[in-house]
């Protein structure tokens, strides 16, 4: 069983290193899609992931374009506060995308409109604009398991 959480460029190296270590967790793939707003060799994003790195499957890639070529026929979902239906509201199987944007911007919005059927919000209130990145991706990928029963999860 494989999920991947794909982020289009990060900027914050926490971020990617907490989100790391969810993926170290799970079992679950990162895809990481330059430019990074940051050095894979930052103190801050290998602090994040603490001490998991080595158990993370961590692909590069130089652009989303590349992630859809590359993986042609799998299902992509796109968060994002654009869309009107709920994380909670599809059916999530083995191979699944979970695609995030840069924490400033979200996804640009040509990806936005290439994929109109499988975007994804988390309700909130109209307090924030958004949840933090690495809290996101936590809890998108947690229903997904959770659909799935977890597993190779104790």
Known sequence: MTLHIVLVEPEIPANTGNIARTCAATGIHLHLVRPLGFRTD?????????????????????????????????????????AKKRYTDFEYQDGDFFVFGKETKGLPDEILQAHPDQLIRMPMTDKVRSLNLSNSAAIIVFEALRQLEFPGMQ
């Open 42 to 82: 930052d103190a801050t994003l290998k602090r994040a992931g603490l001490d998991y790195w080595y158990a993370v499957h961590i692909e590069y890639h130089d652009s989303f374009q590349e992630v859809e070529e590359k993986y042609s026929g799998s299902r992509f979902f796109f968060a994002t506060t654009k």
